[in-house]
């Protein structure tokens, strides 16, 4: 058991399971030179927009810039607050500096990771502009409360989905249900590409058109500048690869959810608390995590069995040395501290094998029950 290794991820897996489609989608940029943006990013953008159901999408080098870009095209800017989780990447409150506004941020309703939507309202302020739920893990936060406080005070809902593609909230993609909506294509995300990249989806036509210019120097045409725009185009070649992938993820997500769902049925009798797929998600387990009051042991002991996870993440954000004096927390996070002490991400990713799934759940159970 000692040697077993059950990595957390596995991209060379995927890739040869694929190779001569991507190989393929690889040569055919090679031939056109188009590297950056081009006819295969144009193709990606139509086929993700469909994918989540949005009208436009605008593919960029990065989730970080779909985040900093929506928020501008937002009208997101100095002087304003935007709410949003501490538990999270930092990237989604990074992006609120970037666009030089003030994150506020709230707590997360335990069960889900999400925002908490009943805990919002009271942290709106007349200087508040938007609302940035986090779809974390791959579970869509509860989108119809936050949607109805929005509306009411008028504000725009930009999801941030990097972690959620395929995800459903009561049947619809995320994607398609805020105003606007920002995915990471980040290789170890469920929508990978082979290098960086990211998009936004929207329905508003003003806020896509916006978000194009943005991304390539705020041109309208070219030389022509209207906005202080920046570099954040996507590459030839991500879009080419992520045509191909696109193609496969649906069958990705439902290995996952197959993967977590004998993950679930394995632990069922362990003291480990599992994730909570909420009755109104399509969860997509971008990861698969646990609860448990002595995380940092028990990955060590798996560690040494052989058995890799992940902590997604250890520090909220309100905790981190460089964004502690930015960020504003009127009121206490006792759910994002706690999920951040007790959160361990197992194995996941769709070619994983019977085999491998009853390992890691073999050790898990072996070493609660030796607690
Ligand atoms: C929740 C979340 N938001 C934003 C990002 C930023 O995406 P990227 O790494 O593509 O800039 C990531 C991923 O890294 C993420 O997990």
Excluded at 91 to 113: C, E, M, N, Q, T
Excluded at 277 to 304: F, G, K
């Amino acid at each position: 058991m000692a040697n077993t290794k059950v990595p957390y991820l596995d991209l060379k897996t995927q890739y040869q399971s694929i190779r001569p489609e991507i190989d393929e989608a690889i040569a055919r940029v090679l031939d056109n030179c188009q590297f950056v943006l081009g006819s295969e990013v144009a193709a990606f953008e139509n086929e993700f927009a469909t994918c989540c159901g949005a009208g436009e999408c605008i593919a960029l080098n990065s989730g970080t810039s779909a985040l900093h870009l929506a928020l501008l095209a937002a009208g997101v800017g100095p002087g304003d607050e935007v709410i949003t989780v501490s538990f999270t990447f930092v990237a989604s409150v990074a992006a609120v500096v970037y666009a030089g506004a003030r994150p506020v941020l709230v707590d997360i309703d335990p069960r889900s990771f999400t925002i908490d939507p009943a805990a919002i309202e009271a942290l709106i302020t007349p200087r508040t502009k938007a609302i940035l739920p986090v779809h974390l893990y791959g579970q869509p936060a509860d989108m119809d409360p936050i949607m109805e406080i929005a509306r009411r005070h008028h504000l725009v809902v930009i999801e941030d989905a990097a972690q959620a593609h395929g995800a459903k909230y009561k049947g619809r993609s995320v994607g398609s249900i805020g105003d606007i909506a920002c995915f990471s294509f980040y290789p170890t995300k469920n929508l990978g590409a082979y290098g960086e990249g990211g998009a936004v989806t929207t329905r508003n036509t003003e806020y896509a058109r916006t978000i194009r210019s943005l991304r390539d120097w705020g041109q309208d045409r070219k030389y022509h500048h209207v906005l202080h725009g920046y570099n954040y185009r996507m590459e030839g070649l991500q879009g080419a690869i992520l045509r191909v992938k696109l193609r496969h993820l649906e069958q990705w997500t439902e290995a996952r959810r197959a993967i977590a769902a004998k993950y679930n049925q394995l632990l069922a009798d362990s003291e480990i608390e599992r994730p909570s797929e909420m009755p109104w998600a399509r969860h997509v387990y971008h990861a698969y995590t646990l609860r448990t009051d002595d995380r940092d042991v028990l990955q060590a002991a798996l560690q040494e069995k052989g058995i890799q996870t992940g902590i997604h993440y250890p520090v909220p954000v309100h905790r981190q040395p460089a964004y502690a004096e930015l960020v504003h927390t009127p009121l206490a996070l006792p759910q994002s501290e706690k999920a951040a002490a007790e959160v361990l991400s197992l194995p996941l990713y769709p070619e994983m094998t019977d085999d491998q799934i009853q390992r890691v759940t073999q050790a898990l159970t072996s070493l609660a029950t030796a607690r």
